[in-house]
Nanobody
Framework: QVQLVESGGGLVQAGGSLRLSCAAS????????MGWFRQAPGKEREAVAA????????NYADSVKGRFTISRDNSKNTVYLQMNTLKPEDTAVYYC???????????????????WGQGTQVTVSS
């Protein structure tokens, strides 16, 4: 049974920083690529970042490049999203996700992810 539990969300002023964590259980964490997605009210879910199973490859949405950093610690079964220079338009529920297949490489395509966390709210005030 795969479970993903996000934490670290909250309220922050524009220009501030937050670090999200996603703790995974079930399966061998180090075998799977991971991703972060977000969904703002009234909008479709969008990709934020992805990281390969070993951590050597990362992808980012254009809207967060240079501001967000995805990383993982396979010894702790945890993936992180460091968010800097936050903007009001970053306000959303953030979800982590695990790809369904083993070691396939990074992708920002949400349909490639089989398991999702419950989400954590990030609110950026102007």
């Amino acid at each position: 049974q795969v479970q993903l539990v996000e934490s670290g969300g909250g309220l922050v002023q524009a220009g501030g920083s937050l670090r999200l964590s996603c703790a995974a259980s079930g399966g061998t964490f180090s075998d799977y690529d991971m991703g972060w997605f977000r969904q703002a009210p009234g909008k479709e879910r969008e990709a934020v970042a992805a990281i390969s199973w070993g951590g050597g490859t990362t992808n980012y949405a254009d809207s967060v490049k240079g501001r967000f950093t995805i990383s993982r610690d396979n010894s702790k079964n945890t993936v992180y999203l460091q968010m800097n220079t936050l903007k009001p338009e970053d306000t959303a529920v953030y979800y982590c996700a695990r790809r369904g297949g083993l070691r396939r490489g990074t992708t920002l395509e949400s349909t490639e992810y089989a398991y999702w966390g419950q989400g954590t709210q990030v609110t950026v005030s102007s």
